[in-house]
């Protein structure tokens, strides 16, 4: 299993980014996959996640009406859609797969088996 996550960059407060977790070796709607972040200095921090039966969604405060999370099928993808970004959103952005969490878990980076390497994010002011 290999996630690649991708689509960070330098981005303007205000403005829009929209990461990609390409996932091999496992099939995305048979998984539950999230996206966490840590910021330099800062333990890792839930962001999103999208649970691996039916597609429900979730959210950390900060997210919720600012990203979204979605998956393809075709292409075994997860995309995290981020708008209105803050220079406080500035991060390595990673996504983390699982095929067994239950729901009270999903938040927690300990849920997860599978990461990826991280892209960075970084909002300027």
């Known amino acids: 299993v290999q996630l690649q996550a991708s689509g960070g960059g330098l981005v303007q407060a205000g403005g829009s980014l929209r990461l990609s977790c390409e996932c091999s070796?496992?099939?995305?709607?048979?998984?539950?996959v999230a996206w966490f972040r840590q910021a330099p200095g800062e333990e890792r921090e839930f962001v999103a996640a999208?649970?691996?039966?039916?597609?429900?969604?979730y959210y950390a405060d900060f997210a919720k009406g600012r990203f979204a999370i979605s998956r393809t099928g075709a292409g075994n993808m997860v995309h995290l859609q981020m708008s209105s970004l803050k220079p406080e959103d500035t991060a390595v952005y990673y996504c983390?797969?699982?095929?067994?969490?239950?729901?009270?878990?999903?938040?927690?980076?300990?849920?997860?088996?599978?990461w990826g390497q991280g892209t960075l994010v970084t909002v300027s002011s």
């Open positions: 999208i649970f691996r039966s039916g597609g429900a969604t």
């Open positions: 983390a797969a699982t095929s067994t969490i239950i729901l009270s878990m999903i938040r927690n980076s300990n849920g997860y088996y599978y």
């Open positions: 070796g496992l099939t995305v709607t048979r998984n539950t």
